[in-house]
């Protein structure tokens, strides 16, 4: 690994309204790392996300792609630090009037300009890479299972040979084998395209498995990182309780006792 990082956040905030969600946050990612970040519901994963790719203005601090500062880009500066990221949404977020096959090769038409012939051979060979067959290309999302719409959503990430790639929860829904089968996919995507990774799950399983390097964040920083035998052999009190998801400990959910 070369010692600088492709992802560099420093001191960053983000606050909305008096809800202070970012509060100093750094963190580095470096090149052909997987980093995994976890933390509590609304501790400000996707904001965090949100933030690098720069759809959220973090109020202040700075977020370094290569070393370039990406806070800053706008317009066509902008669009084209976008294109060097692949992103699988919680949700696969695919469009529902689009067959499979248009959903992966989106950014291909629309970005690239490839004719329509490239453009769905290009499809067809991600999803054989995500392991679906060419008889899925022309279904629509609504015929699809849950996994089936991780595995399209994760094709349609790589589609465009990223060099970054975000992955937002990408377990939440499945059942644990396929959980698992798309864990597997993406350290698959990891290990042969050479891309860094960043990742937010509640999912510690899958943390576990595609994670070189585990981030905790807690009230807007990152309180922890280490490996994962960092991870578990670890006595902050703050990664102990999460891992083993303990209600009583030093993290206090906002519930409402009855
Ligand atoms: N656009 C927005 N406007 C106002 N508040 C927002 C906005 N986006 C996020 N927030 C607030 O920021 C906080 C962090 O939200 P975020 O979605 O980042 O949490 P998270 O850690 O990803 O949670 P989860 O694991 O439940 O998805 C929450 O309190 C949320 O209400």
Same mark, same amino acid.
């Given at each position: 690994m070369s010692a600088a990082p492709k992802i560099r956040c420093r001191d960053l905030h983000k606050a909305f309204g008096a809800n202070q969600v970012l509060r100093g946050l750094d963190l580095d990612v470096m090149p052909g790392e997987s980093v995994v970040v976890i933390g509590g519901s609304g501790t400000g994963k996707s904001v965090l996300l949100k933030c690098i790719l720069n759809i959220i203005r973090p109020d202040s601090g700075s977020i370094q792609l290569d070393g370039q500062e990406a806070t800053k880009v706008r317009g066509r500066e902008r669009d084209a630090m976008l294109r060097r990221f692949g992103m699988l949404f919680q949700n696969a977020? #695919?469009?529902?009037? #689009?067959?499979v096959w248009k959903n992966v090769a989106f950014a291909l038409i629309e970005s690239e300009r490839m004719d329509r012939d490239a453009a769905r051979e290009a499809a067809e060979e991600k999803l054989a890479a995500v392991g679906l067959r060419n008889e899925v290309a022309d279904l629509y999302p609504a015929e699809l299972s849950g996994g089936m719409k991780k595995r399209v959503g994760l094709a349609r990430a790589i589609a465009t040979a990223p060099e970054i790639i975000f992955f937002d929860e990408p377990t939440t829904g499945l059942d644990p084998i396929m959980g698992d089968v798309i864990n597997e996919l993406i350290l698959g995507c990891v290990r042969e395209q050479n891309v860094t990774t960043l990742s937010i799950t509640h999912d510690i399983a899958s943390a576990r498995k595609i994670g070189h390097r585990i981030a905790m964040l807690h009230q807007g920083e990152i309180i922890w990182t280490g490996s994962v035998a960092e991870m578990d052999a670890t006595d902050n009190p703050y990664v102990q309780q999460f891992i083993h998801g303990r209600a009583e400990g030093p993290i206090q959910m906002p519930v409402r006792r009855l």
């Open positions: 977020a #695919l469009f529902d009037s #689009l067959p």
